[in-house]
């Protein structure tokens, strides 16, 4: 499947941003999703996945209570809302599908097999 990332941009801190993911099959619909984000001279990172359905979601700690992932599968796109954006939320942001058809939502990187092109968001202080 491929993907296709936006909503990326620059924004102040304590500002908000909604990134989308367009899938292009609707087999995207049964897979569990994440976004990753990587910053310079890091490690690409999870922030949050959702699954098939829509009814379980995990968030890394760093953006529990500020950031909300969320799918509508009749669109084939899921979203990540980012509010109370901080410096260190800058990064580009990855979307990933996993392959593990009604699988669990999982933080691992290498669970995902397909990938976005990454979209930029960067916060000023």
């Known amino acids: 499947v491929q993907l296709q990332a936006s909503g990326g941009g620059l924004v102040q801190a304590g500002g908000s941003l909604r990134l989308s993911c367009a899938a292009s099959?609707?087999?995207?619909?049964?897979?569990?999703m994440g976004w990753f984000r990587q910053a310079p001279g890091m490690e690409r990172e999870f922030v949050a996945g959702i699954n098939w359905s829509g009814g379980s979601t995990v968030y890394a700690d760093s953006v529990k209570g500020r950031f909300t992932i969320s799918r509508d599968n009749a669109k084939n796109t899921v979203y990540l809302q980012m509010n109370s954006l901080k410096p260190e939320d800058t990064a580009v942001y990855y979307c990933?599908?996993?392959?593990?058809?009604?699988?669990?939502?999982?933080?691992?990187?290498?669970?995902?097999?397909?990938w976005g092109q990454g979209t930029q968001v960067t916060v000023s202080s």
């Open positions: 099959e609707r087999t995207f619909r049964w897979r569990p």
């Open positions: 990933a599908a996993d392959s593990a058809v009604y699988g669990p939502v999982s933080p691992v990187v290498g669970e995902y097999d397909d």
